[in-house]
């Protein structure tokens, strides 16, 4: 069974840094996409961060120049590195994977997206 297992959150002060992770544990016959996204309470879940597997990169305007995105495809693992934290940026962080589980005989890929259970990032002022 496929899972995506993050870790790395918590609280940290206006100005800090964290740095999240999201590993890609089960069989799997590859990683495509991967991407962090964010909820604040009460509002939709969106975008932060995706990253391809030739390390193709993009970010919503908020986060650019202050988190970065990476990967090691070795072990089907992306990060999240968050400097100059700001209160606003507190939310429950959500890993995201596009995975390709396997190929059938006729060569169709069979894949899905996967979510991680999310991890809170709380920033106090």
């Known amino acids: 069974q496929v899972q995506l297992v993050e870790s790395g959150g918590g609280l940290v002060q206006a100005g800090g840094s964290l740095r999240l992770s999201c590993a890609v544990s089960?069989?799997?016959?590859?990683?495509?996409?991967m991407a962090w996204y964010r909820q604040a309470p009460g509002k939709a879940r969106d975008l932060v961060a995706r990253?391809?597997?030739?390390?193709?990169?993009n970010y919503a305007d908020s986060v650019k120049g202050r988190f970065t995105i990476s990967r090691d495809n070795a072990k089907n693992t992306v990060y999240l590195q968050m400097n100059s934290l700001k209160p606003e940026d507190t939310a429950v962080f959500y890993c995201?994977?596009?995975?390709?589980?396997?190929?059938?005989?006729?060569?169709?890929?069979?894949?899905?997206?996967?979510w991680g259970q999310g991890t809170q990032v709380t920033v106090s002022s």
């Open positions: 089960g069989s799997v016959l590859s990683v495509n996409d």
């Open positions: 990253i391809d597997s030739g390390g193709r990169t």
């Open positions: 995201n994977a596009d995975i390709t589980l396997r190929m059938t005989a006729s060569g169709r890929l069979i894949g899905s997206p996967y």
